[in-house]
């Protein structure tokens, strides 16, 4: 794996970026990440130089990662690719819990009282957050494995302090898929950048439709690029909207 991610072209390249520990550092409470004002202005610039080809691949609710993008105007996938919102179209109502996933919540939530774990419901996911108690890591993500093995059409997916119980499915991979069969993405090569393990399936799909992934950080990874932080994205990407074309 080479370490520093080429230059890409904005006319014939897509980007897919993460949000949180990729936009925006790591915090100790989700609900209190910010992207730094110049990188949304970055964003703002890129979305226009690549005709609206970028997008924030988000393992939150979109109605969650919205409030945290300030306007910004550009494609968002929320809750691993179970909702998706195309550049310019309005926010409609928060979609309902996605009925496999019903089954699964009391037990869940019966889990987050008992461990005082912090309980997220989204529309395509139930997750568990167990940030700053890491003892709780391999207890957490076998009750969340055995809840997902338990219902129909479920899945575990697990993250940095994080397991989910999430649709079979959905995923970050599907989310570019969808992005790409439909303008301003379509014909473009996909470039995902991201820090999490969850990010790992849109690398895989970025690199199986032609793009390639980026990696935050220096975690075991299967993009082929990497940058050490959140400030080196910044900078990569600030260079990419202020490039001279040519």
């Given at each position: 794996m080479t370490d520093h991610p080429p230059t890409i072209d904005p006319a014939r390249h897509a980007l897919f970026l993460d949000f949180d520990g990729t936009l925006a550092p790591i915090v100790a409470r989700?609900?209190?990440a910010r992207m730094p004002p110049q990188t949304r202005a970055t964003l703002g610039a890129l979305a226009r130089r690549m005709d609206g080809a970028v997008a924030i691949v988000?393992?939150?609710?979109?109605?969650?990662?919205?409030?945290?993008l300030d306007g910004l105007d550009v494609a968002l996938s929320g809750s691993h690719g179970h909702e998706i919102r195309m550049p310019g179209e309005e926010t409609g109502e928060v979609p309902p819990l996605a009925e496999p996933l019903?089954?699964?919540?009391?037990?869940?939530?019966?889990?987050?009282?008992?461990q005082n774990l912090r309980l997220e419901v989204k529309p395509g996911a139930i997750t568990l957050h167990y940030r700053g108690m890491p003892h709780l890591e391999d207890m957490v993500r076998d009750e969340v494995r055995e809840t997902a093995e338990a219902h129909?059409?479920?899945?575990?997916?697990?993250?940095?302090?994080?397991?989910?119980?999430?649709?079979?499915?959905?995923?970050?991979g599907a989310a570019l898929r969808t992005f790409l069969s439909h303008a301003p993405f379509a014909g473009r090569r996909?470039?995902?950048i991201g820090d999490d393990v969850t990010d790992e399936d849109g690398f895989r799909a970025a690199h199986a439709l032609g793009g390639f992934g980026i990696k935050i950080g220096?975690?075991?990874t299967e993009a082929a690029?990497?940058?050490g932080d959140v400030p080196a994205l910044a900078d990569w990407l600030s260079a990419l909207a202020t490039r001279s074309p040519g």
């Open positions: 989700p609900e209190d988000s393992g939150r609710a979109l109605a969650d990662l919205e409030p945290l019903r089954a699964a919540l009391g037990h869940l939530e019966s889990l987050a009282r008992s129909a059409g479920l899945k575990p997916m697990h993250g940095n302090m994080v397991s989910e119980v999430v649709l079979d499915g959905v995923g970050k996909p470039v995902m220096v975690a075991e690029f990497r940058l």
